[in-house]
C-alpha cells in the first residue's frame, strides 16, 4: 500500500514537470520562468471575439486609499464604438521600486469582498479554462486567458503607466463568460504578490442592456492562489513533506 501511494504522489510531481519544466510555487502562487510556449490554448479551445457588446456602456475600477501602498489609478473599459470588442483605458501611478517589476495587471474572477481582501478574488478571469502558466503569446491573444490584459497588452515597466487599446475578448454583456462588470483589477509584482484591487462598477449605459454576443457562457471556478493566476499546478515541496511524513 505504501508503494501504491509514493508511486500515486511522484506521478504528481511527474504532471507537474511535464505540463511546465521550470514552473515554481512562491507563497502558493505560480511562477515561471521558462519561454512562451506558442500555441497553447485553453481546454475549451480559444477565446471568443465578443461581438454586439452594448452600445455606451461602460465599467470603471478605481484603485482605493491604501495605507499599505502607493499605487493609485483607474482601469476604464468601454464598449467598442462598433460593438465588437472593448476599448480599455488604463492610468496608473506610485508602482514601488523598480526591482519588484515589471508590473502586471489582470482581470480576476471574483469581486473585492468588503474588506478589501484582494485574494478573495481569486484567479484571472478564465472562462476558457487555460490556465496561467506557462505565459501565453501576445502575438496570439486568442490563446490567452481572456482577463489576463498583461499577457495580451504588456507589462508595467515605468512609474507612470498610461495605457489605451481595444480587447477583442472581454465583454460589457452582462451574464457571460467574459463579462467584466461583476469581475475586479489587480495590481501585482512581478512575483504576482498581489498590491492593490478594485472593483469594475458601472459608469454609463445600463447592466440590462443586453444583447446576443458571441463568447463562453459562463466562467468556471478558479483554483485559489494567494497570487495571481488558474492552474493544476500542485506544491511539489508539499507532496516530499507528505511522504516524508507518511514513511516515518
Known amino acids: ?122 484567479g484571472h478571469l478564465d472562462p476558457f479554462i487555460r490556465g496561467e502558466i506557462p505565459p501565453c503569446d501576445p502575438t496570439q491573444p486568442e490563446t490567452c486567458q481572456v482577463g489576463d490584459l498583461t499577457g495580451k497588452h504588456g507589462n508595467i515597466t515605468v512609474s507612470v503607466f498610461n495605457a489605451a487599446y481595444v480587447d477583442l475578448y472581454v465583454s460589457t454583456e452582462f451574464g457571460l463568460g467574459s463579462f467584466l462588470g461583476n469581475r475586479s483589477i489587480n495590481i501585482h509584482t512581478s512575483n504576482t504578490t498581489r498590491l492593490t484591487c478594485a472593483n469594475f462598477v458601472l459608469s454609463s449605459g445600463s447592466r440590462g442592456n443586453t444583447t446576443n454576443s458571441t463568447t463562453s457562457p459562463t466562467s468556471p471556478t478558479p483554483a485559489v492562489f494567494t497570487g495571481a493566476g488558474t492552474t493544476t499546478f500542485v506544491s511539489m515541496g508539499a507532496i516530499a513533506a507528505g511522504l516524508v511524513a507518511f514513511f516515518l
Open 1 to 122: 500500500m505504501h508503494s501504491a501511494i509514493a508511486l500515486a504522489a511522484l506521478s504528481g510531481l511527474a504532471l507537474v514537470n511535464a505540463q511546465a519544466p521550470g514552473a515554481i510555487l512562491i507563497e502558493g502562487s505560480p511562477i515561471y520562468d521558462g519561454p512562451v510556449i506558442p500555441g497553447i490554448t485553453g481546454k475549451l479551445g480559444n477565446a471568443a471575439i465578443t461581438t454586439n457588446n452594448p452600445l455606451g456602456v461602460s465599467y470603471s475600477a478605481t484603485l482605493p486609499d491604501s495605507p499599505t501602498t502607493g499605487v493609485r489609478g483607474f482601469v476604464k473599459a468601454t464598449t467598442n464604438s462598433n460593438g465588437t470588442g472593448v476599448a480599455i483605458q488604463v492610468s496608473l501611478t506610485g508602482f514601488p521600486d523598480a526591482s519588484l517589476g515589471p508590473f502586471l495587471y489582470h482581470i480576476h474572477d471574483q469581486p473585492v469582498p468588503a474588506d478589501g481582501n484582494c485574494t478573495a478574488t481569486l
